[in-house]
């Protein structure tokens, strides 16, 4: 990696090498292609090389189903080689009882990174859902790394434009509904534009829904508010 101590615009210091230690070999990624789990895939492959990155990504009858496919569109653009790429296959929402125990397995043999971060939706429709630091270090101590666990939207967002990942930001996906472009519309839409819009950027993916009227809606109002009094 070109840097290993980033600083974003509201002065956060995101250290690369602190949460991408350089004794770890194999790793494994959780990868949706939304924000946050794109560009894990692309600082992994950075840092441990495209041979030692590993992406899991569920794959069941509903939104995961198509996910999986983008997320590893993806991956094998930023270079993870595809025998590398192991979707979950689901017929419903749960694991199988053979899936959930190869899962575990990977966690055993391999040291897993997720995308969690301190997101504002879970702020705004579940409060109590609050990334503790307790919780993070335990999942550390099990050979789970959340880099972006005390991160909001916007800093992950700024993390792409210091890296000069702008492209590869505009190709991640995190809308809900399975299309060529964003809704606009649902919960995933409106963290991801507030994130732009608190950076006072502007998403380059396409929206079904014209920028500004995305950007009145869910950062200059609080109209989108499942309950305004949470906030």
Avoid at 45 to 59: C, I
Avoid at 85 to 111: C, G, L, P
Avoid at 178 to 186: D, I, L, M, R, W
Wanted: proline share 2%.
């Amino acid at each position: 990696m070109g840097k290993d101590r980033v600083v974003l615009e509201d002065g956060t210091v995101f250290d690369l090498k602190y949460h991408f230690p350089d004794h770890l070999k194999t790793v494994v990624l959780s990868m949706s292609g939304g924000v946050e789990s794109t560009l894990l895939c692309y600082l992994l492959v950075e840092r441990y090389g495209a041979e030692n990155v590993r992406v899991m990504s569920g794959q069941y009858v509903g939104r995961r189903w198509w996910e999986a496919a983008n997320a590893r569109r993806l991956a094998t653009m930023i270079g993870v080689h595809d025998k590398n790429f192991h979707a979950i296959v689901q017929t419903n929402q749960f694991m199988s009882a053979e899936d959930n125990w190869n899962m575990y397995m990977e966690t055993k043999r391999n040291y897993i990174f997720d995308g969690w971060y301190n997101g504002t939706n879970a702020k705004l429709f579940t409060p109590s859902n609050v990334t503790s630091k307790e919780t993070v270090k335990h999942l550390y101590d099990t050979n789970h790394f959340l880099p972006f666990a005390f991160l909001e939207k916007h800093q992950t967002i700024d993390l792409y434009y210091k890296l000069g990942l702008d492209d590869l930001l505009y190709m991640s996906y995190s809308c809900t509904i399975q299309s060529e472009v964003h809704c606009g519309k649902c919960p995933c839409c409106y963290e991801r534009v507030r994130g732009f819009a608190t950076l006072g950027k502007k998403d380059q993916a396409t929206y079904n829904v014209d920028w500004d009227k995305i950007v009145d809606k869910c950062y200059k109002s609080d109209e989108h508010l499942v309950n305004k009094k949470e906030t």
